[in-house]
């Protein structure tokens, strides 16, 4: 407990699913915390529980996809809280289409919100942060950067690369002499909206039942155990990891390696 007293965090897309339990994690470990989704009347709700549960929390309505966004998101976060020490990039979207099916509107859709949001939050959170002593940058890639399937035409490319920017983010600040630590954590099939449809008999369905028998430890993983990590993540006491991918995944994604 307290491991992030006295910290500012940032967390996109946390209206719900994994943001929405990230963002709880970190209030938990002591954070004061803005969340921001384009979900606005979910976000505000969410927010207020968090309130209501003590904690200092924030709600601001961003679409990543957008500067003037981001640039207000950081205003506010400056302007409640006086700092920025956490960012977690966890908005995103998967739209399940194959290769011969997807529109060039809808790939650009996905890597927009996965890839360009979260390249527009790394760098205003470095520009940031770099003034202030430093801070600690998480992005939620997937497990699917390494278990391909043929329905991730534009998500698979967009988490690699989600993957790859974290790293360049990570090797730029230590050259710069920045103690800003950037990682990326790849969640596997977890509970929420993207992947049950928030239909909690989704694991009936024959093609999840599958999926879940795949998954050594036999189950999907629930949003918080996710957002633990993130939080060890942002914590000092993963002072010496950075340009790390964390695989969250139930053992699914080495049990999928030769
Ligand atoms: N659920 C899983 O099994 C799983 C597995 C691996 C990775 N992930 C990743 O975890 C992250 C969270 O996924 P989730 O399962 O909680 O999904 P979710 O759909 O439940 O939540 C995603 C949130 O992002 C928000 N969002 C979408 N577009 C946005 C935009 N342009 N700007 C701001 N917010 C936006 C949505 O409104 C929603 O609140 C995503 O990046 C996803 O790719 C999820």
Excluded at 3 to 9: D, S, W
Excluded at 46 to 60: D, I, K, S, T
Excluded at 145 to 161: C, E, H
Aim: net charge negative; hydrophobic share 45%.
């Amino acid at each position: 407990m307290n491991r992030l007293e006295g910290k500012v965090a940032i967390v996109t897309g946390a209206a719900r699913g994994l943001g929405a339990a990230t963002a709880q994690v970190l209030a938990r470990e002591g954070a004061k915390v803005l969340l921001t989704d384009v979900l606005l009347e979910t976000g505000l709700n969410y927010c207020a529980m968090l309130a209501e549960q003590g904690h200092e929390a924030v709600f601001c309505e961003h679409d990543v996809t957008s500067e003037s966004d981001w640039d207000r998101v950081m205003s506010t976060a400056l302007e409640h809280f006086g700092r920025i020490d956490i960012l977690v990039n966890n908005a995103g979207i998967q739209l399940p289409q194959t290769i011969e099916e997807m529109s060039l509107a809808d790939f650009r859709r996905v890597l927009d919100v996965n890839l360009v949001g979260c390249f527009l939050g790394t760098q205003r959170a470095i520009r940031q942060m770099k003034n202030t002593g430093g801070g600690a940058i998480v992005n939620i890639a997937s497990n699917s950067t390494q278990t391909i399937v043929p329905l991730t035409t534009a998500y698979s490319p967009s988490k690699a690369a989600v993957a790859n920017l974290s790293k360049v983010a990570a090797l730029h600040c230590a050259k710069e002499g920045y103690a800003i630590r950037v990682n990326s954590v790849h969640p596997g099939p977890c509970e929420t909206d993207m992947l049950t449809g928030g239909d909690a008999r989704a694991a009936d369905i024959p093609q999840v039942r599958q999926l879940i028998d795949a998954i050594p430890l036999k189950r999907m993983g629930r949003p918080s155990e996710v957002g633990e990590v993130v939080a060890f993540l942002a914590s000092d006491a993963a002072s010496y990891v950075t340009a790390a991918e964390l695989f969250v995944d139930g053992g699914l994604t080495a049990s999928m390696m030769k």
